[in-house]
Every structure is written in structure tokens, then in C-alpha cells.
């Protein structure tokens, strides 16, 4: 019905696209009584929660636009109109045949996903099991921090089965907070035959933050027998968790070692070649090509979760739209200042009395006259760092050190000539780098 379509945009902005498409695509306008508009939906699970979540905000949109008196009524599958009294939260997702259920985020494919030296085996054991469901690795673990991409590598691997290769499988995604929920659901509403049926016929069951199973008794033996059947009948079970299964408290033993038996993929906060690069490709995303000082200011200062990079970007971007200036890093430094925590301010005697007392030698020496190689280089590498961490000018260095300018730009040239032919060399700038940086 029209006024229902009208609406469709003003949902979709109130409650982002994910949450738009899990609670409110499936619903579907039966009839307009005058001024009520009769919703109903065939998802018990998808009518429960948004008769206790979502109804009134629905309610608020509809009567901002059609004013006071329209209302807006949810009919259960039964025919009767659900009455708005609290109930367990509960949400189902599960997609079948060819098409990829709403809550998929479009953006988490493999294309998308940037790999580097922290994330490369994960990214590979999904690959794996997105071509071969069920021959791969069964069940496969991934564990790692908040943030680090766990959640993309599931979508991944559900776009890979349903949409690249087009297989016609069942597949369900959830948190495991929605899988507790649905039990409990289904435990009240006395419907544990229908729970079971829905995840027992999954051909692939993909459970995001498994940890949250730890300490639930009732939902650890269903999910135990509901896991062991889908594994002795060869189906998918792909979960991922902030910890190792060792590290979960509260887990029964037996899960725990149903969990050891497959492929344990671990995510590690990403190093700064692969932060820059993941800001690189989501800025390429929304149309924007970062400077890279830019690229490396935030790089550096947000070092280990990929959302909080991305976000970063977003208000970078928004900020620089709402002001039209030019991005550049005082900009992103204005635009992040409440997010970040206040820079720490390297000097230039900080560097110094770092690379001094790594090498051996005293800061006299290295503002010194001598040019022996046990000071030379030394001094080479510090002025090399602080063109790099403070961005000064040749002829500021120079003063620094009581040398012409000159001298600076050939130590800077030697140092980087150095970094280029010794790896083992390059290893310990970067992570002179990252002292400063972290």
C-alpha cells in the first residue's frame, strides 16, 4: 500500500539499513481501516520483536506524517492483532536458495575484506570453507579482539555460498545473543519442535560471538545436540568469539572440545602497512581518496580496531563535507578530537635520548663533532626519526644538531637507502616508528 511504501525511507534513516532490513522488510501491509494501517508479518520471531521494540517508533513516523490520529496495528499469522505487552527479545535470520538474508551487510564480501600478515589465515580458512561447505575445515573457530573484522569474514563467507557460487543451501547467520533469545523464545511460547527444526536443517549455521553461550546451561545442551547433528550430517558450522575456546569461562568441556576438533583461526590487531591500506580501500568506497598524511595521521593514532578506523574515516569525511575545506591532517586532527586521546607530544630530545640509549652512546655524542661510525649512524638515525615522527624541516633538524641542512638530507637519504636493502634494518625503524607512534 502506498502510505506503508512512503514510509519505507523515513524507517530506513531512523533505524540504519541492517536493522531496516531484518524487522522491518519482512513486514507487509494487509489493510487500511480508515485511519489504521494493519501490518502483519509470517515471521513469529520478526512479530514479536517489533511489537515490543519497534511499533511505537513506527507508530511516531506514521503519525509525523499522517497525522495524529493515524495508527498503525500488528497482526499476528493467527489473524489476531498482537497487543503491545513485554516479551523476550528474539530474532531470526536465515536465508535459503539464492538470495543473501537483509541483515547481510552488502559491503562484507572477501573482495572487500583487506588482508594482512594479522588476519591472512583467517581470511583463508573462510575462503575455504565458503567454497567447500562442510569439507573444509568443520566446525572453523575464529577468535580475536572486538572490531578486528570477525563479523565481515561470516557475511563473507554467506555472500561467497549464496550469491557467488549459487548454491541453493540454507544458511542461517545470528549472534549467539539472538540464537539465546529465540531459545528462550521458544522455551515460553512452548515451541522448542519449531526451534529445533530451523537449525537442525541448516546446511550452514554461521553464530557470531559464541562466548556469550558461557554460563547458559539450558542453551549450551541444546546447542550441544543441535551442533552435533549438523556435524555428523556433514553441515557447515562456522562461529567466531573474542577468546580462544580455552579462555571462555563457564563452557561446558564437552563444547569445548567439539570446538578444538576443527580449525582455530586467530585475528590479530592489524600492524600499519594494513591500517593504512583498510583506510585506503573504505575511503575508496564512499568515493574519497585520502591524502596520504592523512592516511597515516589516523593509521597511527587508532591502532588496533578496524571499527574504530572507519568511523574515524566517516567523521573525517562528514566533518570536511559540513565545512568545505580540504581535507588535510589539521583538519582530521579538529574532526577527531574528541575521539582520540590527546596526542603524546614526541620532542625532538625525546628521539634523541631514545636512539642514544639503544645504541649505547650519550647524547653529547651524538650533538657532537665525531663522525667515528659508532656515532654517525646513530645521528643519522635520529634525524631520520624525527623527520619522520615530527615532520620537521631540514634546517630545523640542522639547528638541532649543529649541522647544515645538507648533511640532514643525506642522512635521511642513507637511512631510507639502508631501510631498502636490510630487512632486518627496516624491522627495527618501524619499530622505532611505533614506539613513538603508540
Known amino acids: 500500500m502506498k502510505r506503508w511504501i512512503d514510509l519505507q525511507p523515513h524507517l530506513r534513516q531512523m533505524l540504519g539499513t541492517e536493522e531496516y532490513g531484518t524487522w522491518i522488510r519482512p513486514l507487509s501491509p494487509v489493510r487500511l481501516e480508515g485511519s489504521t494501517l494493519v501490518l502483519s508479518c509470517t515471521n513469529d520471531i520478526v512479530t514479536d520483536w517489533v511489537r515490543d521494540h519497534l511499533l511505537r517508533d513506527i507508530q511516531t513516523v506514521a503519525r509525523s506524517h499522517y497525522g495524529p490520529d493515524f495508527h498503525i496495528e500488528l497482526e499476528t499469522p493467527n489473524g489476531s492483532h498482537a497487543p503491545q505487552t513485554a516479551s523476550v527479545e528474539s530474532s531470526s535470520t536465515s536465508t535459503t536458495g539464492r538470495h543473501a538474508s537483509p541483515q547481510m551487510n552488502p559491503a562484507y564480501t572477501f573482495d572487500r575484506f583487506v588482508i594482512g600478515p594479522s588476519n591472512q589465515f583467517a581470511c583463508a580458512a573462510a575462503e575455504a570453507v565458503a567454497e567447500r561447505p562442510g569439507q573444509a575445515y568443520n566446525p572453523l573457530f575464529i577468535y580475536g579482539g572486538s572490531g578486528l573484522g570477525k563479523t ?10 549464496l550469491h557467488e557460487r549459487g548454491q541453493r543451501l540454507r544458511v542461517v547467520y545470528m549472534t549467539t545473543e539472538q540464537f539465546v533469545n529465540q531459545l528462550i523464545n521458544c522455551i515460553r511460547r512452548k515451541k522448542m519442535d519449531e526451534f529445533r527444526s530451523t537449525f537442525r536443517a541448516a546446511d550452514v549455521l554461521l553464530l557470531d560471538d559464541i562466548q556469550f553461550i ?11 545436540h543441535t551442533f552435533n547433528t549438523l556435524q555428523s550430517a556433514g553441515r557447515q558450522v562456522v562461529f567466531t568469539s573474542d577468546a580462544r575456546p580455552a579462555d571462555i569461562p563457564g563452557l561446558e568441556e564437552r563444547l569445548r572440545s567439539r570446538f578444538l576438533q576443527g580449525l582455530l583461526a586467530d585475528i590479530q590487531p592489524p600492524e600499519l602497512e594494513t591500517r593504512c591500506a583498510i583506510l585506503r580501500e573504505k575511503a575508496r568506497a564512499i568515493g574519497w581518496q585520502l591524502p596520504e598524511d592523512v592516511v597515516l595521521f589516523i593509521a597511527r593514532r587508532v591502532q588496533k580496531n578496524v571499527r574504530e578506523l572507519e568511523g574515524c ?12 575545506h580540504p581535507m588535510t591532517v589539521d583538519l582530521v586532527r579538529t574532526a577527531l578530537s574528541q575521539l582520540l586521546p590527546d596526542e603524546h607530544r614526541t620532542s ?9 640509549h639503544h645504541y649505547g ?3 653529547a655524542d651524538l650533538k657532537g663533532r665525531s663522525n ?12 631520520f626519526l624525527i623527520r619522520e615522527i615530527l615532520n620537521l624541516s631540514y634546517p630545523e633538524i640542522g639547528k ?22 636490510n630487512p632486518d634494518f627496516d624491522a627495527t625503524m618501524t619499530s622505532f616508528r611505533e614506539h613513538f607512534e603508540s
Open 361 to 363: 652512546v650519550r647524547v
Open 348 to 356: 625532538p630530545p625525546d628521539v634523541i635520548r631514545f636512539v642514544a
Open 400 to 421: 638541532i644538531f649543529a649541522k647544515h641542512h645538507s648533511t640532514v638530507i643525506y642522512a635521511v637519504d642513507t637511512v631510507q637507502k639502508m631501510r631498502q636493502s
Open 313 to 324: 574515516l566517516n567523521r573525517s569525511v562528514a566533518f570536511a563535507q559540513l565545512t568545505s
Open 372 to 383: 667515528r661510525r659508532s656515532i654517525a649512524l646513530p645521528r643519522q638515525v635520529a634525524m
Open 214 to 224: 558461557a554460563g547458559k546451561e539450558r542453551t549450551q545442551v541444546e546447542f550441544f
Open 152 to 161: 565481515h569474514l561470516l557475511h563473507a563467507i554467506a555472500h561467497r555460498i
